[in-house]
C-alpha cells in the first residue's frame, strides 16, 4: 500500500484517539494531565510530519513505505516530543515527565499503535490498505 496524506492522517487520528486515551489513563494516575498532553503533541506535531514523510516516499522509486522507516520516524518523533515538553517544562513547569516515565509510555502507544495498523485495520478494514491507508471518505 502507499498511503495518501489524507490516509495517514486518518490512520493516526483513529489509532491515537482510540488506544492512545486507553494505554495513556495508568500514566494520568501519576501525572495528571501531562501524559495526555503529549498525547495530543503526538498526534498534533505528526499532522506535521506526516507531510513530510509524504515528501520523502514520493522520492522513493517504489513509493513505498518499509516497516523500519516507520521505526526510526517513531524515534524521531518521540525525541522531538520529548525535548519539546522538555522545553516547555522548563519554562511553564507542566510538562514534568522523567524520562524513564516517557520512554515507557511513549513506547507502549507507539508499539501498539504501530501493531495495530500491521494487523489490526487490515482486518477490521479490509480495503483500507487498497484505499491509501483511508478508513473514511
Known amino acids: 500500500m502507499t498511503p495518501t496524506l489524507f490516509g495517514r492522517w486518518q490512520t493516526r487520528t483513529l489509532l491515537l484517539l482510540t488506544f492512545g486515551p486507553f494505554l495513556t489513563l495508568p500514566f494520568v494516575l501519576f501525572f495528571r494531565l501531562t501524559p495526555l498532553l503529549i498525547l495530543g503533541m503526538v498526534l498534533c506535531f505528526g499532522y506535521c510530519w506526516d507531510i513530510l514523510y509524504q515528501v520523502i516516499q514520493s522520492g522513493r522509486w517504489d513509493r513505498d513505505w518499509p516497516p523500519a522507516y516507520q521505526l526510526l ?9 520529548f525535548l519539546v515538553s522538555a522545553l516547555l517544562g522548563r519554562v511553564f513547569g507542566v510538562f514534568a515527565v522523567p524520562f524513564p516515565v516517557f520512554l515507557i509510555h511513549y513506547g507502549l502507544v507507539w508499539i501498539v499503535t ?18 491509501g491507508g483511508q478508513w473514511l471518505f
Open 114 to 131: 504501530f501493531l495495530m495498523s500491521q494487523s489490526l485495520m487490515r482486518i477490521v478494514f479490509p480495503n483500507w490498505r487498497y484505499r
Open 73 to 81: 520516524a517513531g524515534i524521531w518523533e518521540g525525541a522531538f516530543v
